[in-house]
């Protein structure tokens, strides 16, 4: 057993296709799959099972054949990791700002957040190889487990003891609507006078329509009454519907720091205690490369504008989960 064919079984089981995980590991198909089965003959199982497709491990015992295939991924996934986190260990000790770091952030954070920090991060430190990938919450959980990513960037709290939680600011909601009158003519709004039948909402699967829904009570109404016929892909998509048809949605503070004079006169904010979502940076807990965490973190709270630091008479919107 070797760690290049761990490396193989890992990428096999993460692409579910033998020229997708080959591609991964810049070898060809044939190679790939040659080392796969030299493991399994030499372990005597079926790590994989081949008929079907996708590929997926094997886990049960059946006909009096082994297979745990599963169970043999994710100790390879453990393996690897540990062997990675050896030069990562020599780097902190060091005192080096260096090496691969692989994040994941939510949909509704990426356009307005990477930009204030990304290439000022880049720039100050040359050795450090950033990879960014944009995920769902539920999807980043689950490769965060499986040593896919070493962090994120998104909003709790979440209920997982398996991660390390490090607040960064507080992002208001504000309410976006080109309708005159009671609500315009207010600076300031409270939940009730939003109207519930023209409320733009994200689609399943963010957690800012779950907060959402949790801020405007429409648990209740969403199962009972079929009131959304439309759900749209990104924060963006919601303020192109408000501006061509009319209607609110409820926007997170960042999404207005581009914003025109005519968009602005859309917006409304909340009155005390302002309803808010707290952004983190979330990291296994037992996770290695501390120092290049903490400088991400530093050049985050550097860029930010120094208002979501500073927020007082707030409420934190949950997230279901």
Not at 46 to 54: A, E, L, Q, T, W
């Amino acid at each position: 057993m070797t760690l290049v064919q761990l490396e193989y079984i890992v990428m096999l089981d993460t692409y579910r296709n033998f020229s997708a995980a080959a591609e991964k590991c810049f070898v060809t198909q044939p190679t790939l799959s040659m080392q796969v089965q030299k493991l399994e003959e030499e372990l005597g199982i079926k790590i994989f099972d081949r008929s079907k497709k996708p590929l997926v491990a094997t886990e049960l015992v059946t006909d009096g054949k082994i297979k745990v295939g599963k169970e043999i991924i994710e100790l390879g996934r453990s393996v690897l990791s540990g062997t990675k986190s050896i030069t990562d260990i020599i780097s902190e000790r060091k005192g080096e700002i260096k090496g691969e770091l692989h994040i994941a952030i939510i949909p509704t954070l990426a356009p307005y957040l990477l930009p204030l920090f990304l290439n000022g991060f880049l720039k100050k430190y040359n050795d450090v190889n950033l990879k960014v990938i944009e995920l769902t919450t539920e999807r980043i959980i689950e490769q965060l487990k499986r040593n896919l990513i070493d962090a994120a960037i998104l909003v709790t709290p979440l209920d997982y003891t398996s991660v390390k939680t490090t607040p960064l600011f507080l992002e208001e909601f504000v309410l976006y609507s080109k309708k005159w009158g009671k609500l315009a003519q207010n600076k300031t709004i409270t939940i009730d006078e939003i109207e519930i039948d023209n409320l733009w909402l994200l689609e399943e699967g963010h957690c800012f329509r779950s907060q959402i829904i949790n801020l405007c009570d429409l648990q209740k109404l969403s199962r009972q009454e079929k009131r959304f016929n439309y759900e749209a892909g990104s924060i963006e998509t919601l303020m192109r519907m408000v501006e061509k048809n009319g209607g609110v949605t409820i926007l997170p503070e960042l999404a207005l720091m581009d914003f025109k004079a005519v968009q602005l006169k859309y917006v409304r904010r909340f009155k005390t205690p302002v309803p808010v979502r707290e952004v983190s940076l979330i990291t296994h807990r037992d996770f290695v490369k501390r120092r290049l965490i903490e400088a991400l973190k530093s050049e985050i709270i550097f860029n930010v504008p120094d208002k979501l630091l500073k927020k007082k008479k707030h409420v934190v919107v949950n997230i279901d989960q």
